[in-house]
């Protein structure tokens, strides 16, 4: 991970970061941002998601105020006008105004790109958003360029580190991957996940970090609709330290499992071989009475 972000940040190339949920992806663009002391700028995609709410909108309520202002000088203004052919001139010249800077509010992507010092951009869960918005963002990632007709083409200064997540409900097109450099995230394994839980949740007593862990590792390897990820290792093991958890019992997991598991049917299938399970962390890792 380190390494495709140290090369990303000195070719100026975005990061596509793809894997389950929960493993990490987001918190991969926050720690770089929280390490580079740049500010992090998150756009969180959807399906619908448009250039207006990505790039920049006008402010509807400051041009409103803007108008009704006018109205009552407008007659003032052209006063002094002789023709037709000069006071079309003169309210060309008021409507340059109306779409100029002092109305324009910046969107992500925008905001991004004019950070003078440089900026981490989030993309999160590319993969939601339409092939549209995919085809758009080629402009953004290749140049780090933005037309707005109205005020012409905003160019980077410093280039924004981008990186995007995509949790792999849809496909993404060749060209949007042609121009990142391309990292997998899966899930950690025993040792990994244990040092994850040992700076998250350091109050948890390494004996029980320890089980816990291994518990969900063995969970892992059950055919599951969906299989428990780091953020709900993460979840689970605040729960055991809130409930004063001193090693796994069967009843325990039992009435925390669905902090791990997200569907019934995953929980039923997870209780058929829970005490075996558990008899088997605890062995190892503690004494089961």
């Not at 580079?36 to 309520?61: F, H, S, V």
């Not at 055991?240 to 499992?257: A, N």
Request: hydrophobic residues 45%; proline residues 5%.
């Amino acid at each position: 991970m380190a390494t495709a972000i140290y090369i990303a940040h000195h070719l100026r190339k975005p990061v596509l970061v793809e894997g389950p949920a929960g493993v990490g992806k987001t918190e991969l663009a926050k720690a770089t941002a929280a390490f580079t002391g740049l500010p992090l700028i998150r756009m969180q995609c959807y399906e619908g998601l448009d250039e207006a709410k990505a790039i920049y909108e006008w402010k509807y309520g400051k041009q409103l105020l803007y108008t009704q202002i006018l109205r009552d000088k407008l007659g003032e203004s052209l006063r002094d006008v002789v023709g037709l052919d000069a006071a079309m001139v003169k309210l060309g010249d008021i409507d340059e105004v109306f779409f100029s800077e002092p109305f324009l509010e910046p969107r992500p992507l925008l905001r991004a790109l004019r950070q003078p010092e440089g900026a981490v951009l989030l993309v999160d869960e590319v993969d939601k958003s339409d092939q549209e918005f995919e085809a758009f963002l080629l402009e953004i990632l290749s140049d780090y360029a933005i037309t707005i007709p109205e005020l012409g083409t905003f160019t980077a200064t410093v280039p924004p580190l981008v990186v995007l997540t995509s949790n792999n409900s849809r496909d993404l097109g060749d060209a949007l991957k042609r121009r990142c450099l391309h990292l997998h995230i899966g899930y950690p394994d025993q040792a990994l996940e244990q040092r994850i839980i040992e700076v998250r949740v350091p109050q948890i007593e390494e004996r029980l970090r320890r089980q816990l862990v291994a518990f969900v590792q063995r969970l892992r390897t059950l055919e599951l609709k969906k299989l428990p990820s780091v953020s709900e290792t993460i979840d689970w093991a605040r729960a055991l330290l809130l409930l004063h958890v001193g090693d796994l019992e069967p009843e325990i997991v039992r009435t925390t499992l669905s902090v791990l598991l997200k569907y019934e049917t995953d929980i039923v299938s997870a209780n058929r071989q829970l005490e075996t399970i558990v008899r088997d962390v605890v062995g190892r890792y503690g004494t089961f009475n």
